[in-house]
């Protein structure tokens, strides 16, 4: 990896929808060398392999959504933020928190460096604004899986702690890329089609490579391929109490198509 000379290193900001695929992201830039520093919240039976949250990012963001009547799995949760959240106080109290965490990294990474959370899908003008005032520059790195999957995976760790239902779920999978897409705007923002690490993988490692300029030797090729585990792939078999709407599923379709013809364009 390399960054120019005398500039401020990368923050690349991993996210997309809750259980979209975003901790299998986390984990294959880590085998690939990008350091995701600080504490990051520990593995857990719904993901075996870690998070890769950092800790004290994540308690930031939770408790924003809280204070702002908006916590992301429940129904409040499905609204839009309210209008001028970013001029609130609570909304300035987090900024500051944020800058601190990121002043202290800019003193030791100097080469790009990432930090994952979904939650960055619905605060991403809270980093715009952030990084902006550090000179930082974002790259914004999602993950797309398909909505039924997701919804599935919602429902089965969700449903009991917060009464997470279908509509709820997909109301959640459309809100977070909707307001992710519109906030990314002439920033960097890539894709990555979570089927594809399971059918595609050695192309798949590339094509994060080449968006990030990371050197693929055979060590970080080894251990890029080794974060793909396709046991923990447990939503694939689908159960829901009916099928997802049939708008949401061609939602993802075209998104998906787009994506898959961002690749082929690409050299």
Same mark, same amino acid.
């Given at each position: 990896?390399?960054?120019? !000379?005398?500039?401020?290193?990368?923050?690349?900001?991993?996210?997309?929808?809750?259980?979209?695929?975003?901790?299998?992201?986390?984990?294959?830039?880590?085998?690939?060398?990008?350091? /995701?520093?600080?504490?990051?919240?520990?593995?857990?039976?719904?993901?075996?392999?870690?998070?890769?949250?950092?800790?004290?990012?994540?308690? =930031?963001?939770?408790?924003?959504? !809280?204070?702002? +009547?908006?916590? #992301?799995?429940?129904?409040?949760?499905?609204?839009?933020?309210?209008?001028? #959240?970013?001029?609130?106080?609570?909304?300035?109290?987090?900024?500051?928190?944020?800058?601190? $965490?990121?002043?202290?990294?800019?003193?030791?990474?100097?080469?790009?460096?990432?930090?994952?959370?979904?939650?960055?899908?619905? @605060?991403?003008?809270? #980093?715009?604004?952030?990084?902006?005032?550090?000179? $930082?520059?974002?790259?914004?790195?999602?993950?797309? %899986?398909?909505?039924?999957?997701?919804?599935?995976?919602?429902?089965?760790?969700?449903?009991? @702690?917060?009464?997470? +239902?279908?509509?709820?779920?997909?109301? /959640?999978?459309?809100?977070?890329?909707?307001?992710?897409?519109?906030?990314?705007?002439? /920033?960097?923002? &890539?894709? =990555?089609?979570?089927?594809? #690490?399971?059918?595609?993988?050695?192309?798949?490692?590339?094509? $994060?490579?080449?968006?990030?300029? =990371?050197?693929?030797?055979?060590?970080?090729?080894?251990?890029?391929?080794?974060?793909?585990?396709?046991? @923990?792939? %447990?939503?694939?078999?689908?159960?829901?109490?009916?099928?997802?709407?049939?708008?949401?599923?061609? &939602?993802?379709?075209?998104?998906?198509?787009?994506?898959?013809?961002?690749?082929?364009?690409?050299?």
């Amino acid at each position: 990896m390399s960054d120019d !000379i005398g500039q401020p290193a990368k923050l690349i900001l991993l996210t997309g929808m809750h259980r979209s695929g975003t901790s299998l992201l986390g984990r294959v830039l880590q085998g690939l060398g990008v350091p /995701l520093p600080g504490e990051l919240i520990a593995a857990d039976h719904f993901n075996p392999t870690g998070y890769f949250e950092r800790r004290d990012v994540t308690a =930031v963001h939770e408790q924003l959504l !809280i204070n702002l +009547d908006r916590w #992301w799995p429940t129904a409040e949760g499905c609204q839009p933020l309210p209008e001028g #959240w970013m001029d609130m106080p609570l909304a300035r109290e987090a900024s500051e928190e944020l800058r601190a $965490i990121l002043q202290a990294e800019l003193r030791v990474q100097h080469r790009p460096w990432a930090i994952k959370d979904p939650r960055i899908c619905r @605060l991403l003008p809270l #980093w715009r604004s952030v990084a902006g005032s550090l000179g $930082i520059q974002l790259h914004v790195i999602y993950s797309l %899986r398909d909505p039924s999957e997701v919804c599935t995976s919602l429902l089965n760790r969700d449903g009991p @702690l917060v009464g997470m +239902d279908l509509d709820r779920a997909e109301t /959640l999978w459309c809100l977070h890329y909707s307001e992710l897409f519109r906030d990314s705007i002439n /920033l960097p923002c &890539h894709g =990555v089609d979570y089927e594809l #690490w399971f059918s595609q993988p050695q192309q798949q490692l590339q094509r $994060i490579a080449r968006v990030l300029q =990371v050197s693929l030797g055979n060590t970080a090729r080894s251990a890029g391929l080794a974060s793909i585990e396709p046991a @923990l792939r %447990r939503s694939r078999d689908v159960h829901l109490p009916r099928p997802v709407n049939p708008l949401i599923a061609a &939602h993802y379709q075209d998104l998906r198509s787009r994506l898959i013809a961002n690749y082929s364009s690409k050299p």
